[in-house]
Antibody, heavy 117, light 107 residues
Framework: QVQLQESGPGLVKPSETLSLTCTVSGGSFSSYYWSWIRQSPGKGLEWIGYIYHSGSTSINPSLKSRVTISVETSKNQVSLNLSSVTAADTAVYFC???????????WGQGTLVTVSS | DIQMTQSPSSLSASVGGRVIITCRASQSIRNYLNWYQQKPGKAPKLLIYAASSLQSGVPSRFSGSGSGTDFTLTISSLQPEDFATYYCQQSYSFPHTFGQGTKLEIK
């Protein structure tokens, strides 16, 4: 069974960089794209971007200047860096697998990141 | 960006009832439309992909239809565990945008 687990600091100071890692177990890591999605408290879902094991990425233009998504295939991990954070970046961050139909078929449990001094 | 608009934003229904949630795209997305269910404090769960294909393990009371710009999610014979928030998502073009969600509550 495919499992995804997000990890990283739960509190980040304004103007600093948010860094999260998604560790994947089960299934074939290199056969899929892996995505990041976030959800602000009480709000809807925002697609951040995704990455293939080759390193090929697609990033939401609204975040592109601040987002880096990277992959470490040897560890079955995908990472998200979001720079220059503000309170508006406070959200639950999810990683998910992108299926062959481009849907998100497996999700991590999500991790809450709060931006506050 | 393609805008996804769901209606209604919320609705109440009874156990055993039937509900239809609609999702409209701001331009044609062919059949690249997915539906998710989210319960409080949990990650979304994929229900329907490619507009009408039922994800493995999802009960058959869930069904999806549509193509182009207009789509529906139908839940027949509502069960207590179906009361949740539902999101549509287009995966036709980047960024893969979501609808604003439809909260389904018990009447």
């Amino acid at each position: 069974q495919v499992q995804l687990q997000e990890s990283g600091p739960g509190l980040v100071k304004p103007s600093e960089t948010l860094s999260l890692t998604c560790t994947v177990s089960g299934g074939s890591f290199s056969s899929y794209y892996w995505s990041w999605i976030r959800q602000s408290p009480g709000k809807g879902l925002e697609w951040i971007g995704y990455i293939y094991h080759s390193g090929s990425t697609s990033i939401n233009p609204s975040l592109k200047s601040r987002v880096t998504i990277s992959v470490e295939t040897s560890k079955n991990q995908v990472s998200l860096n979001l720079s220059s954070v503000t309170a508006a970046d406070t959200a639950v961050y999810f990683c998910a697998r992108v299926s062959s139909s481009r849907s998100l078929d497996y999700w991590g449990q999500g991790t809450l990141v709060t931006v506050s001094s | 960006d393609i805008q996804m608009t769901q209606s209604p934003s919320s609705l109440s229904a009874s156990v055993g009832g039937r509900v239809i949630i609609t999702c409209r795209a701001s331009q044609s997305i062919r059949n690249y439309l997915n539906w998710y269910q989210q319960k409080p404090g949990k990650a979304p769960k994929l229900l329907i992909y490619a507009a009408s294909s039922l994800q493995s393990g999802v009960p058959s009371r869930f069904s999806g239809s549509g193509s182009g710009t207009d789509f529906t999610l139908t839940i027949s014979s509502l069960q207590p565990e179906d009361f949740a928030t539902y999101y549509c998502q287009q995966s036709y073009s980047f960024p893969h945008t979501f609808g604003q969600g439809t909260k389904l509550e018990i009447k």
